[in-house]
Nanobody, 124 residues
Framework: VQLQASGGGLVQAGGSLRLSCAAS????????IVWFRQAPGKEREFVGA????????YYSDSVKGRFTIARDNAKNTVYLQMNRLKPEDTAVYYC??????????????????WGQGTQVTVSS
């Protein structure tokens, strides 16, 4: 599975961005597509997860109510809609995938496929 993340940029606090994660490859329908982020000097942090084909979504407490994961099956793309952004949301955002769903979906070590990361910077 190849993942291509895009959509990052610079936005003011309170603004919005939408990140995209396009999946391709021989096995391009993983059951778990997850967003992580990593700020300078910090560990990679779970943001949100999509379980396919059910469509169930899961979010970290820090983004719940502000971020939403959506999918476009025809494009094999998953989106992370980020609203009411805060300076503490500044990080490199990564999408990751795993063929089979796992209970510990928030743990980065279980993901086999990663996108290249896209920078999100929120100014105060």
């Amino acid at each position: 599975v190849q993942l291509q993340a895009s959509g990052g940029g610079l936005v003011q606090a309170g603004g919005s961005l939408r990140l995209s994660c396009a999946a391709s490859g021989r096995t391009a329908s993983p059951s778990a597509i997850v967003w992580f982020r990593q700020a300078p000097g910090k560990e990679r942090e779970f943001v949100g997860a999509l379980r396919r084909p059910l469509g169930s979504t899961y979010y970290s407490d820090s983004v719940k109510g502000r971020f939403t994961i959506a999918r476009d099956n025809a494009k094999n793309t998953v989106y992370l809609q980020m609203n009411r952004l805060k300076p503490e949301d500044t990080a490199v955002y990564y999408c990751a995938a795993r063929i089979n769903w796992i209970v510990e979906y928030w743990a980065a070590r279980y993901y086999d496929y990663w996108g290249q990361g896209t920078q999100v910077t929120v100014s105060s």
